[in-house]
């Protein structure tokens, strides 16, 4: 999300909006964004001009922009919006926001917590001896299972796009306007946190690499971060699954990390 990174001067004036401001989302990047991560509900922020970078507000929390994990999410009301918007999209470019409530920002991946946000903390701090037992336990049919809730999900949806034959086993997204996953963004924030962990962790072999220089994830890392997007579908996108299915898809996890998966299912009462 394009931001202003020098704040101007937040003004409070009251936290409900006026019945002509839309109300959207925003979410904000601890790495940087904190500053307007922790403004005060209440607060007015201007950017003066209607110029970019513009403040930009999402009007559904499903195909929302997410930066990089961890976030802020606020719920926003449009103060000042920029004319002509010049796009297409459920999102508005504004000179000035409103903030109206700090969100648990879980609510990214739906309306109750489903343990996604565990699942990339987890990511962001997995060591090679874990990536390596994720690797070794998942289930040689965990992509079949994947694909399976990936059509019953667009098949709930409606999305009539989707081809019944087609495979989804490493599709992470399907486009924002979509909602991009059965855990919405969800599998592109793992896969970005694995990756980056991965450099970090393992530098010398974490990544293989296209003939034109792209790099992908290797073994161990590949099998890892997809035992993790398993994770995520098994707790947030658990309607899609059968309890066998998701206990498969879980199971890897739950053997690396049996506490935080014993959390997950506590609070998402998913045996």
């Not at 297409?88 to 879980?106: I, M, Q, S, W």
């Not at 999305?159 to 979509?178: K, M």
Request: aromatic share 8%; glycine share 6%.
């Amino acid at each position: 999300m394009v931001l202003r990174k020098i704040i101007q001067k937040l003004k409070p004036v009251g936290v409900g909006p006026s019945s002509a401001e839309p109300i959207g989302y925003m979410a904000f990047s601890h790495d940087t964004d904190r500053a307007l991560a922790e403004v005060k509900a209440g607060s007015v922020q201007d950017n003066g001009t209607d110029a970019p970078p513009w403040l930009v507000v999402d009007h559904n929390l499903a195909t929302i922009t997410i930066p990089k994990w961890p976030i802020t999410l606020w719920k926003v009301a449009v103060v000042t919006a920029i004319k002509p918007q010049g796009h297409v999209g459920n999102y508005t470019r504004c000179r000035a926001v409103r903030f109206l409530e700090k969100l648990p920002n879980y609510k990214v991946f739906g309306d109750t917590d489903s343990g996604i946000p565990d699942i990339i903390s987890f990511a962001q701090l997995m060591t090679l001896a874990q990536a390596q037992a994720l690797h070794e336990t998942r289930s040689g049919s965990a992509d079949i299972i994947r694909s399976k809730a990936w059509h019953r999900w667009a098949q709930a949806a409606r999305l009539t796009a989707i081809q019944p034959d087609e495979d989804f086993a490493n599709v992470l997204s399907i486009g924002r306007a979509y909602g991009d996953s059965p855990v919405r963004s969800g599998l592109l924030l793992l896969s970005r946190a694995v990756f980056d962990q991965a450099g970090q962790c393992d530098p010398d072999r974490a990544y293989a690499y296209e003939t034109d220089g792209t790099p992908y994830l290797s073994k161990p890392w590949d099998q890892a971060c997809a035992a993790l997007q398993d994770a995520a579908m098994a707790f947030g996108a658990s309607q899609y699954l059968t309890p066998q299915e998701a206990e498969q898809l879980s199971q890897p996890l739950a053997q690396v990390a049996p506490e935080l998966v014993a959390a997950i299912r506590a609070k998402t009462r998913n045996p």
